[in-house]
């Protein structure tokens, strides 16, 4: 196996727990900071760490997660 290197040590990653839910509170202190209208599932996988790919396996775009954003709102 090669080694690793500085780049893949301290780049974090996700391993474990509800995905859902992080991409979740990920996109809603995204939306606090930028605004829904400059908000993408880019900046979400981003600060959950994972694959801009991985959203999509629990969101079909960018409106059902910003959907689930307002849900949160409202819930808080």
Do not use: W
């Not at 809603?28 to 959950?48: P, Q």
């Amino acid at each position: 196996m090669p080694p690793e290197t500085n780049r893949e040590k301290n780049k974090p990653t996700y391993h474990h727990g509800d995905l859902r839910e992080t991409l979740i509170d990920a996109a809603v202190a995204l939306v606090c900071d930028k605004g829904a209208e400059a908000f993408t599932l880019k900046d979400a996988s981003k600060a959950a760490g994972v694959s801009v790919a991985a959203p999509y396996r629990h969101f079909s775009d960018k409106a059902e997660l910003l959907f689930e954003v307002a849900e949160k709102g409202f819930q808080m």
